[in-house]
């Protein structure tokens, strides 16, 4: 099984063309297309997305990842496998950080075997369909990790705000913010649970030099429309929302950005 994330949009044939290889190297594949939508260039975004979509699959899924703004430069294509046996394509941009955090690293090579390419020259640009989706291909077949280049010992990790618990509030930071508004941190619910507060109770959320009340609930209709709400994402984090609003437009945030809530 291969799952596919890319910052490319519907709109352009690139989606269609890169599976198309895949196909015509592996025809029996099955690939899950995660998200096409990652705001251009936002690995940080891309990094938390694939981190809360890979929970739901199964071992040995291998992960394409192509958030790539360095497409053509020296930045390295590696693949990574992590300790729960996931295999992630990728370029070394910072866009596999959270999974090697959360998971542990098993290993790391750099792509360089030409003849897994499917262009043996590759496009400068299109590294996508001419690099990083035949390697999935390839992996998907059960090819060994050491026949994709050489062991690398690193990777190039973003800065994140760690999420801490204080006496009176948790920290930490936006990690996605989704088309409905929805501003997902980076603070596990069970963190922010260890504050002693409870469902209906009202906290405060602090970002950007400005505070806003919000009631801890379970679902955004527990709330008044147009009410903002702190409750646990599917993935097990603190979000704030807002029922039928945008949670975003309201605190003006965006994904990286530090955040308080103190009960």
Not at 16 to 28: L, T
Not at 250 to 260: F, I, R, T, Y
Request: charged share 25%; net charge negative.
């Amino acid at each position: 099984m291969i799952g596919f994330i890319t910052d490319w949009g519907l709109k352009s044939h690139y989606v269609g063309v890169a599976k198309a290889v895949i196909k015509r190297i592996n025809p029996a594949a099955e690939i899950i297309d995660i998200t096409h939508e990652i705001e251009p260039f936002n690995v940080r975004k891309a990094a938390h997305v694939l981190y809360r979509a890979s929970l739901d699959f199964p071992p040995f899924t291998v992960f394409l990842v192509v958030v790539d703004y360095g497409v053509g430069t020296a930045r390295k294509a590696i693949v990574m496998k992590t300790k729960n046996d996931l295999f992630f394509v990728a370029p070394d941009n910072g866009v596999l950080t959270v999974v090697a955090e959360e998971y542990g690293v098993s290993e790391i090579r750099e792509i360089e075997n030409k003849e897994l390419f499917y262009r043996k020259e590759p496009s400068f640009t299109f590294h996508g369909r001419d690099i990083f989706a035949p390697v999935a291909a390839h992996l998907d077949m059960g090819l060994p990790m050491e026949k994709v280049g050489e062991r690398l010992l690193s990777y190039e990790a973003l800065k994140m705000k760690k999420p801490t618990l204080e006496e009176d509030r948790v920290v930490g930071e936006v990690a996605v913010v989704d088309t409905f508004g929805n501003v997902s941190t980076n603070v596990p619910f069970e963190m922010f649970m260890k504050l002693e507060v409870d469902f209906d109770d009202v906290v405060k959320v602090r970002v950007k030099g400005k505070e806003h009340g919000a009631t801890v609930a379970r679902a955004f209709g527990d709330v008044g429309i147009g009410e903002l709400l702190v409750h646990p994402d599917s993935a097990g984090f603190l979000e704030v929302a807002m029922n039928m609003g945008y949670a975003s437009k309201v605190l003006s945030v965006k994904e990286g950005d530090e955040m308080e809530i103190c009960r």
